[in-house]
Nanobody, 115 residues
């Protein structure tokens, strides 16, 4: 079992930045993949960024160049640095972990980007 707790969401003006954090209940070294998804009203949940235990990273085209995902193994935490935020980035952001073929999700953190 993996418990995930997100933090760092909030209200920010367009062009601003936020740093989301996801703390895992176990060492992320043992977790195959950790990532961030988001879901806006009326839309499906979509991948924002993911990072494997081996360091391979994948970004959604919509955030490529504006977001950076990173791991802090010592603190069992994954971060998502988001810059140049746009109103269309507004969504609930969920942390995800893939561990032994099972998917785990955090409760989500709201990101609202105002124009």
């Amino acid at each position: 079992q993996v418990q995930l707790v997100e933090s760092g969401g909030g209200l920010v003006q367009a062009g601003g930045s936020l740093r989301l954090s996801c703390a895992a209940s176990r060492s992320i070294v043992s977790i195959n993949t950790m990532g961030w998804y988001r879901q806006a009203p009326g839309k499906q949940r979509e991948l924002v960024a993911a990072i494997t235990s081996g360091g391979r990273i994948n970004y959604a085209d919509s955030v490529k160049g504006r977001c950076t995902i990173s791991r802090d193994n010592a603190n069992s935490t994954v971060h998502l640095q988001m810059n140049s935020l746009k109103p269309e980035d507004t969504a609930v952001y969920y942390c995800n972990a893939v561990y032994q073929w099972h998917y785990y999700w955090g409760q989500g953190t709201q990101v609202t980007v105002s124009s």
